[in-house]
Every structure is written in structure tokens, then in C-alpha cells.
């Protein structure tokens, strides 16, 4: 009898056996699977999203979201006090700039038609990329940096919004307006931003084609705000128009 018992001690033993699975010390406990993964950075950027809205000051919510979304300089378009200035990624100011902007106050986009077929002169708000090209070289230089079809009503609009020197056409009249004391003569554009040559030229050091500029708004009922584009991607947008 006790051979029996110890026979099928045996046989259970081996069963039990062959039917285990070793799990390795280093496997953690709380892995999860890739789907569960992708959930959590969903959740992680609606949570980010939601704490960048709530903060009550445009410039603040644009360095926050630059440091979350950003890995190479940007540029803050401040109308308010006429400056631009480049920021890195950890929202370290590198450069500031003073610049002539839209001769309207406004956070409209430009449009080329305008009230009564005049054409507004307004710098827009908002989230743009920086796109490079040359236009009119003997007027602008080498290269103008356009925010887009989308810094302007009309798609297509052969009137661009770009950030470049002051044209030579126009220097007598502007480049005496800057650095003078008085932010009101920096109302100077149909709604680009204007540079002394020496300051763009410093400017492109730092920049380039493919970044971002940050147009902050100077309404006072107008704010950014993080809104899925048409691609369903997060940017800032102005809240007005």
C-alpha cells in the first residue's frame, strides 16, 4: 500500500510539473500591454491640454505648451510691447527683438478685401509655421519667413504675412521708428513683422523654416486657447475670430 501511495505521490508530482511555467525574477508586475500604453499618453495629453488652458496668461501658455510639444526654438510675437523674442525649449529667453507690426490693433487675420474693399492692416494671433521663401529679393533679401495661407482670410491670398526686414522701399520712412521710445510709430506694416536688417539677420541665427511662431493676442477679449486643428492635432488658437 505505501508503494501505491508513494507511485502516485510521484505521478502527481511530474504532472504538476510539466504543467508549470517558470516566470522570470526581472518581468514587472505592472507591465501592460501597447494598446493600454497609448491609452495612458492619451489621457496624459488631455490632462496636459486641460493644465495649459487653465492658465490665465498667453505667454505662459505658450512656453508651457512649447516645453511639452516643442523640441527646437520658437518665437513670441508680443504686439503689446512691439517685440519678438526667441525662446529654447525649456522657455529660456535667447534673443528679443524690437519689431514694427499691422498698423491696426486687431487679432484679425488679414484680409484682402477688407471693409469696403479696403484691406485690413492687422497682425493675426496665433499658432503659425514658419515657412522660408524669397520674395521680391532687391526689396526683402535673401529670404522671408511667411506664417502661411492660414495668417490670412483668403486662402490663396496673394497678400503674405511673413516676418522679414524692412523693405527697401519703405526704410526712410520706418527704420526711424525704431528704438525711439514711442511703441505707437511701431504700427508700421499691413500686418508683417518687421525687422531692422541687423536684428533679422541675428534673428535667422536662431530660427528657421519649419518652427514655430506664437502671435499673442492684444484684444482684451481675445485669448489662446490648445483646440484640435483639421488634422486633429492640438495648437493654440485665438479664441475671437
Request: hydrophobic content about 30%; aromatic content about 8%.
Amino acid at each position: 500500500m505505501k508503494k501505491i501511495i508513494l507511485l502516485l505521490l510521484l505521478l502527481i508530482t511530474t504532472a504538476t510539473s510539466a504543467f508549470s511555467v517558470d516566470i522570470p525574477d526581472d518581468v514587472d508586475d505592472d507591465a501592460y500591454s501597447e494598446d493600454s500604453a497609448q491609452e495612458v499618453k492619451k489621457d496624459t495629453l488631455a490632462d496636459k491640454v486641460s493644465q495649459i488652458n487653465s492658465l490665465n496668461d498667453d505667454k505662459e501658455k505658450v512656453k508651457a505648451w512649447a516645453k511639452y510639444n516643442s523640441e527646437e526654438n520658437y518665437v513670441i510675437i508680443d504686439k503689446k510691447d512691439c517685440s519678438a523674442t526667441v525662446y529654447d525649449t525649456d522657455g529660456n529667453e535667447i534673443k528679443s527683438f524690437e519689431i514694427g507690426i499691422g498698423r491696426e490693433i486687431g487679432d484679425d487675420f488679414n484680409d484682402t478685401k477688407g471693409l469696403v474693399g479696403k484691406a485690413k492692416n492687422t497682425t493675426p494671433a496665433g499658432e503659425y509655421t514658419l515657412i522660408p521663401n524669397v520674395y521680391n529679393k532687391s526689396a526683402y533679401g535673401d529670404i522671408t519667413l511667411s506664417l502661411g495661407d492660414k495668417a490670412n482670410k483668403t486662402q490663396g491670398s496673394k497678400k503674405v504675412v511673413a516676418l522679414h526686414k524692412v523693405p527697401k522701399f519703405r526704410q526712410e520712412a520706418r527704420l526711424k521708428k525704431f528704438y525711439d521710445g514711442d511703441l505707437a510709430n511701431n504700427r508700421m506694416s499691413h500686418g508683417c513683422i518687421n525687422f531692422m536688417e541687423d536684428d533679422f539677420k541675428e534673428l535667422t541665427k536662431y530660427i528657421h523654416g519649419g518652427l514655430k511662431t506664437y502671435v499673442l493676442p492684444e484684444e482684451k477679449d481675445n485669448k489662446l486657447m490648445l483646440t484640435k486643428n483639421d488634422e486633429g492635432k492640438y495648437e493654440l488658437t485665438q479664441t475671437k475670430y
